[in-house]
């Protein structure tokens, strides 16, 4: 079966440390995604892609990185991990033309910055 | 400004009784509504949008335009729909420089046995 798939699932780290939470699906979805979850904010988007070589910024992407070099993975990385940036992160996935707007999500990447 | 609101970050009722989680939104195009539900160590997944006019595990969910708003529905609590559900909207068509969803804070809905 297809399926979208996080590692990571749980990571703790260092301020300042980079660190790097893998997404890879086997959808053959051409848009991936990352949020944050926090308590009182609910989902945040951080960055987007809609294809190979294509990445985009989110409403909060200062201090994260993406890469989109084929189209099963987008890597999420925190260049200078801080503790702000503790939280619960999603990678999902979707089909632009096939399913306007449903998003199938990974199980989620615990990141704790000490 | 697009925007959705869940006004209740926590909603606790009994099993068995009727339940409403509620999201208003403001959009400037033709929205796509949805809720998503994440069940306890489960992913998030979607429960129901609004053009399929479906009723999944007994919820159901209508667009209101004039009052811009899609409450989600249950007649009946259950204990197994303690959830965290968020509500989601997108552009109704997919070329839309607006295709992102945007995202309610969610509700975090708890039913007491």
């Known amino acids: 079966d297809a399926e979208i798939t996080q590692s990571p699932r749980h990571k703790i780290t260092e301020t300042g440390r980079q660190v790097t939470l893998a997404c890879h699906q086997t959808?053959?979805?051409?848009?991936m995604f990352w949020y944050r979850q926090d308590l009182g904010h609910g989902l945040r988007l951080i960055h987007y892609s809609y294809g190979v070589q294509d990445t985009n910024k989110g409403e909060v992407s200062d201090g994260y990185s993406v890469s989109r070099s084929n189209t099963e993975d987008l890597p999420l990385t925190l260049e200078s991990a801080a503790s702000s940036q503790t939280s619960v992160y999603f990678c999902a996935s979707s089909d632009l033309h096939g399913n306007t707007g449903e998003l199938f999500f990974g199980e989620g990447s615990r990141l704790t910055v000490l | 400004a697009q925007r959705v609101t869940q006004p209740e970050k926590l909603l606790s009722v009994f099993k068995g009784a009727p339940v409403e989680l509620k999201c208003n939104y403001s959009?400037?195009?033709?929205?796509?509504l949805f809720w998503y539900v994440q069940y306890s160590r489960q992913r998030l997944q979607l429960l129901l949008r609004?053009?399929?006019?479906?009723s999944i595990k007994g919820f159901t969910a209508d667009l209101n335009k004039g009052e811009t708003s899609f409450h989600l529905k249950k007649p009946f609590a259950q204990e197994e729909d303690s959830a965290m559900y968020y509500c989601?909207?997108?552009?109704?068509?997919?070329?839309?420089?607006?295709?992102?969803?945007?995202w309610g804070a969610g509700t975090k809905l708890i039913i007491k046995p």
């Open positions: 609004h053009i399929s006019r479906e």
């Open positions: 959808w053959n979805h051409n848009n």
């Open positions: 989601a909207l997108t552009s109704l068509y997919p070329m839309d420089s607006n295709y992102q969803l945007i």
């Open positions: 959009y400037s195009g033709s929205p796509e």
